[in-house]
Structures are given as C-alpha cells and as structure tokens.
T-cell receptor, first 112, second 108 residues
C-alpha cells in the first residue's frame, strides 16, 4: 500500500458527461501529481499541485481541470468526455520537489 | 523536454534467468525512479535512484548520472516479476517523465 488513496477505482460514463476523480496523498506530502495512462500514449503527466498551488502543467486538455484543497486532497475534473478519454488515471504524491513519488491504485475510466 | 528511452521494449525469460533493463535520458536529472506495473495496473516503487547503486533482494539498480543512463538488474527471475517496468526522470522542480517501459514475461 503506497499510502495514496484514489476513488473511485472504476468509473463508466457516457460521452459528454462530467466526472470527478479524487485523490488523498500520503500523510505529510505536499505535492500531488495527476497522470493519464492510455494504450497509445503511455503515462502522460497532466498537472502538479504543491501545497494548494498549481505548480506545473503537462499535457492537460482544456476540458480537464484540477485543484488541491487546504487539507491537501486533490480532485481532477473531466468534462465533455469523449471516447478517447478512456484511460487509467493516476494520482501520485511526494513530500516536495524531486523527492520520491508514490502512486495510488488509479481510477479506470471508461467512456461509452 | 527531456527524453527517456527504455530498452528492450519486450523481454521473455524462463524462471530463474537474469536480466538487465536500460534507461537512457537526454539531459541531467534530479530524480530517477524505477517502477513495476503489475498485471492489475498498480505502479509499485522499486528504486529512487538519481545516482549511485542500490539493492533490494533480487533487484538492484545503478544510475550513472554523468553518462545519463540507469540500469535495473533482476536476478533469478520469478513469474511474479512479470509486468511492465518503467523508468521515470525528473529535473529540478518538475514532475516525473516516464519512458515507454519494458514488458517482461517470465514463464515457469
């Protein structure tokens, strides 16, 4: 158990819908990262938060947004879902910058 | 941005064999991690190794930062070692960037 908790584990939804994925980081970790893993794109970095502030953006679509709350949990919001958004979404956390990152079990999103 | 290349892309072994997985990266890094993704999709931390050598049981890793590569050694492989092995690197203040992985299949 990495200590990073993601909910839900599985999600099936229809095209055009909006979903929210939740992540609780390891106790004491200030950095939260979101990644998308799809068959054709591999593991892609989406966005990073550090102590509530957005720190870095990767290949995140405009239809996607995220935030980190004062209790340090984070949510990734995916809207206007398309079939191509079907993927495994991971959250990771680390104590700070360039320290060891630990990944949650992922949320498997299926858009039908 | 930084490029991460892993080789070989696929590896098939008999139980008990040894293997070496390689990770090349295109620029200096502050963070390098090896992960094992098991058949259930979980990403399991193997090593945090921006430089130097570490060992954990049958697994060991070496990173030569000045030459921009890292190696993961698996000895006496077992069927439970099957899965995808990822190398991921980070530069100062950046998130981890992943290679495409090495898919390992160990048969009994």
């Amino acid at each position: 158990d990495s200590g990073v908790t993601q909910t839900p584990k599985h999600l099936i939804t229809a095209t055009g819908q909006r979903v929210t994925l939740r992540c609780s980081p390891r106790s004491g970790d200030l950095s939260v990262y979101w990644y998308q893993q799809s068959l054709d794109q591999g593991l892609q970095f989406l966005i990073q938060y550090y102590n509530g502030e957005e720190r870095a953006k990767g290949n995140i679509l405009e239809r996607f947004s995220a935030q980190q709350f004062p209790d340090l949990h984070s949510e990734l919001n995916l809207s206007s879902l398309e079939l191509g958004d079907s993927a495994l979404y991971f959250c990771a956390s680390s104590a700070g910058y360039n320290t060891e990152a630990f990944f949650g079990q992922g949320t498997r999103l299926t858009v039908v | 941005g930084i490029q991460v290349e892993q080789s070989p892309p696929d590896l098939i072994l008999q139980e008990g064999a040894n293997s070496t997985l390689r990770c090349n990266f295109s620029d200096s890094v502050n963070n390098l991690q090896w992960f094992h993704q098991n058949p259930w999709g979980q990403l399991i931390n193997l090593f945090y190794i921006p430089s130097g050598t570490k060992q954990n049981g049958r697994l060991s890793a070496t990173t030569v930062a000045t030459e921009r590569y890292s190696l993961l050694y698996i000895s006496s492989s077992q069927t439970t070692d099957s899965g995808v092995y990822f190398c991921a690197v980070g530069q100062a203040g950046t998130a981890l960037i992943f290679g495409k992985g090495t898919t390992l299949s160990v048969s009994s």
